[in-house]
Each structure stands twice: as C-alpha cells, then as structure tokens.
C-alpha cells in the first residue's frame, strides 16, 4: 500500500557524534546501535535466521545502515517480527518508511502516537527559544511533520504486554510526547526509556558530540508537558531498573543508574525542567 512521507524522514539532518555507527551489547538479547545522534535497539539473541524486534526507526534518511546492521546481526532477508516506538519524533521514525518498503511488518505504537504516524496530526514546532545550549538553536530545523504508513500502524495491547517480546510491558511515559512509552522487562531489570530520560545532555552541541555520560531529562526543545514528563522519570525511577538504554547517549548499567536516576527524579525541576521557554511558559 502506499506510504506518505514527509520532512521527518526526508530532511536529512547534519548532526552526529562520536558513537554514531557503534553497537553496545546489553546482556544477551538487547543491543543499542547509534545512528548519528539518535539509538535504535535491537532485541533478540543475535544469529542468522533468529526471531528479533527493532525498537525505533533513527534518523531522516537512515533506512539504509538500519538495513545493513539489522543484517549483519540476524543475517539477510530475516525481517523483525514487528517494530516498537516509544514515539514518533523525526528521530525515532526518520528510516521507518525506508524499512517498510523491504519489510512486510506491523508498526506498534501507544494510542495516543497513532496519528503521528497515521498523517492526521503534526507536533509542535520545537522550540529554539527555550534555556538550554547550541542544539536547543538548532532545533528550528528539525522537522515536525507527521507521516502515514497506514495500515501497518497498530495500537500496543491494551493489557501493557509487548507484541513478540515475552516478559516485557509497555509503560505509558508521557510529558515528551503525548503518547510516549517506555519497555520494561521485570526478571532482569532492563528498561527502554526512549526520551523519558537520556543519558546525555542533549540540548548541548558538544555533550552531543562527545556523548559525555550525564543522566538528564528529555531534550528540552521539544518537550511540551514538564509535569507529566516529571511524573514519568519518578515512575520509571521506582523501578529501580539494572540496566537502561535511552534514546540518546550511551547505556548504563547498575548502581551508577539507579542512584543518578534517583537523583534526577528528586530534582527534576532543577535538574530537568528549563528557567524559560513557550512550553514552560505555557505557550503552543
């Protein structure tokens, strides 16, 4: 069936980091992998013909080395069982048309994602007059515009399992955007956070860059809600997670992350939350 693009998978966007083209195994079935500024997750014991799920779908014009990787992991002509969004910014769906046209599969999203990704509604445009550094100026250019992929898009069950990936839920997490989820597998600890939080701090170019290590809140430029946003790092952290892969920088592990986490959920309005900007303030 036919698929409408738009800007946020066809406005290629010229930021990267030091990360971008790496792969981080954590434990044995989940495996972060950097497009430029942005991870994508695979899930799944990595071996020629083996079952598998992509969590997010990377930047504007990515397709390609998701395709290449995704190979090279799970081996040629092997498509994921299904894909997850914890959202759907640019940066979470840039490649998703691009691996739909070679892969036949359902798109998972939470109810509230659906018409980002179904054409029938654009975010916010991001704001580049909120506090924060050199990214936070350049977000103007970063796209806002909803896509339609159609039938392929589908609501996560209503009982907040998981589609093919056994022992996880799905966490409703919203504040960076409306219908934002984060994955959570109990037996071992392992949380997806998507932009819930990160690990970088991600409004400043050279942070970005560098991929310095810094559990922060969700990048500021494009963060509507901060109460709700509050209200999901408290959650996410009272689960004492063991080990957590975010949509930006590097993954963490272990002691280091629940006490950072703990922190940033105790401080988040310093922490997290910008002195100004049209969202804090109340504007649209």
Same mark, same amino acid.
Do not use: C
């Given at each position: 069936m036919d698929m409408e693009r738009s800007s946020s998978?066809? #406005?290629?966007?010229?930021?990267?980091?030091?990360?971008?083209?790496?792969?981080?195994p954590v434990g044995e079935d989940l495996y972060s992998y950097t497009?430029?500024?942005?991870?994508?997750? !695979?899930?799944g014991k990595p071996g020629i013909g083996n079952d598998w799920v992509l969590i997010d779908a990377g930047m504007p014009k990515s397709g390609g080395k998701i395709l290449e990787a995704a190979a090279e992991r !799970?081996?040629?002509?092997?498509?994921?069982?299904?894909?997850?969004?914890?959202? /759907?910014? !640019?940066?979470?769906?840039g490649g998703l048309i691009d691996l739909l046209e070679h892969w036949d599969v359902p798109v998972f999203a939470h109810p509230l994602e659906l018409p980002y990704i179904t054409g029938k509604r654009d975010y916010p445009d991001p704001d580049m007059t909120v506090e924060g550094g050199m990214v936070a100026k350049m977000s103007k250019m970063f796209p806002n515009?909803?896509?339609?992929?159609?039938?392929?898009? #589908?609501?996560?069950?209503?009982?907040?399992?998981?589609?093919?990936?056994?022992?996880? #839920?799905?966490?409703h997490t919203p504040g960076h955007t409306e219908g934002h989820v984060s994955l959570f597998r109990e037996s071992d600890g392992?949380?997806? /956070?998507?932009?819930?939080?990160?690990?970088?701090?991600?409004?400043?170019?050279?942070?970005?860059?560098?991929?310095?290590?810094?559990?922060?809140g969700p990048p500021v430029y494009l963060t509507p809600d901060w109460e709700s946003a509050e209200q999901s790092v408290k959650a996410l952290a009272q689960l004492q997670p063991g080990a957590a892969i975010t949509g930006h920088g590097v993954p963490v592990t272990g002691e280091y992350l629940q006490k950072e986490l703990a922190v940033l959920a105790e401080r988040f309005k310093e922490k997290a939350v910008p002195d100004h900007g049209k969202f804090v303030d109340g504007e649209k």
């Open positions: 998978t066809e #406005r290629f966007q010229p930021v990267t980091s030091v990360n971008s083209g790496d792969g981080v497009i430029q500024v942005v991870n994508i997750i !695979f899930y !799970f081996g040629e002509n092997n498509p994921p069982k299904a894909i997850i969004l914890t959202h /759907a910014h !640019f940066d979470h769906i515009e909803s896509i339609d992929i159609g039938e392929r898009a #589908r609501e996560l069950p209503s009982d907040d399992t998981v589609p093919h990936m056994t022992g996880w #839920r799905w966490i392992s949380l997806i /956070a998507g932009d819930a939080f990160v690990t970088v701090k991600q409004d400043s170019l050279y942070k970005v860059m560098t991929q310095e290590l810094e559990v922060s």
